[in-house]
């Protein structure tokens, strides 16, 4: 445990401290494996040799599910695996600097209509809006949702996970 509190891991996690969450949980235990697999990368040789793009995309992948599953898109509905995609790509294109939209990219690939792809992911949208309590959407979602609808339209919802997961693997 000695080597683990040289890089940070020093966290001391339970249910009675005031900022307490499961997110935090996750956070904590994702850093204590980086932390972990740093150490052993340094003993190894170049930490860059250890941190393969498939780890990464892996973990993007995974946080992306947790995030969206926390809110209630289950696997269930068609729209989590095309706001799932969207969500990827902006990441894997560095949110602000994707050359190509992400719908862009769906339609070719999905070979779908732009208007049919909005359509089912803010049906996805709306289940969750649905579904979620409100204190759980006031947790997850932090942005700004306009009283007219309700409701993020596809695109705030995209780049607003995108953005929030980048900043999380930067």
């Known amino acids: ?20 969450s499961p997110e935090h949980v ?3 235990l994702e850093g204590l494996v980086h932390a972990a697999r740093k150490i052993r990368c340094n003993q190894v040789g ?21 995030e969206l599953d926390l ?17 990827y790509y902006l990441i894997e294109n ?6 190509c939209s992400a719908m862009k990219i769906l339609t070719k690939t999905h070979k779908k209509t732009h208007s049919n792809l909005i359509g089912v992911m803010q ?12 204190s759980v959407l006031e947790k997850q979602y932090t942005a700004i949702v306009y009283n007219e609808t309700g409701v993020p339209t596809v695109n705030e919802f995209i780049y607003y996970y995108a953005n929030k997961i980048y900043s999380h693997f930067e």
């Open 123 to 134: 049906t996805a949208i709306h289940h969750a809006w649905g579904k979620c309590t409100l």
């Open 26 to 28: 996750i956070d904590e």
């Open 94 to 99: 560095n949110v602000q600097d994707a050359q």
């Open 71 to 87: 809110i209630g898109i289950g696997d269930n509905l068609k729209g989590k695996r095309y706001l799932f995609e969207a969500i």
């Open 1 to 20: 445990m000695q080597k683990y509190v040289a890089c940070g891991a020093h966290q001391i996690i339970y249910k009675g401290k005031p900022d307490y």
């Open 46 to 66: 170049n930490i860059e040799d250890c941190d393969t793009e498939d780890i990464r995309r892996r973990r993007i992948e995974k946080r992306i599910k947790t």
